[in-house]
């Protein structure tokens, strides 16, 4: 069965870091992208970042730019996003999400919510 495990989230103030993690199982983390993905309160989901595991291209959404890394751990078969100088506007759930292309994901963690207060 395949399953995407999101982890990481939690409550930091403005300027910290936090890092996401999200667990393959099932299926080994090859020749995919693996996307994060955001939803805040009362907004749309929007993707923030992804990395193409067969050459290693990473894309950013523009707000994120400079400030988060995404990275992966074959050992591990993780994905991390590493988060620094979070930003009030970074509040929302994140969803890690596996799929052939970036934006087109067939599945999806259960998501782990990030809380940055002023």
């Known amino acids: 069965e395949v399953q995407l495990q999101a982890s990481g989230g939690g409550l930091v103030q403005a300027g910290g870091s936090l890092r996401l993690s999200c667990v393959a199982s099932?299926?080994?983390?090859?020749?995919?992208?693996v996307g994060w993905s955001r939803q805040a309160p009362g907004k749309g989901r929007e993707g923030v970042s992804s990395?193409?595991?067969?050459?290693?291209?990473?894309y950013y959404e523009n707000s994120v730019k400079g400030r988060f890394t995404i990275s992966k751990d074959n050992a591990k078969n993780t994905v991390y996003l590493q988060m620094n100088n979070l930003k009030p506007e970074d509040t929302a759930v994140y969803y890690c999400?596996?799929?052939?292309?970036?934006?087109?994901?067939?599945?999806w963690g259960q998501g782990t919510l990030v809380t940055v207060s002023s």
């Open positions: 990395i193409s595991l067969p050459d290693g291209n990473t």
């Open positions: 999400a596996v799929g052939e292309y970036r934006d087109e994901y067939d599945y």
């Open positions: 099932g299926f080994t983390l090859d020749d995919c992208v």
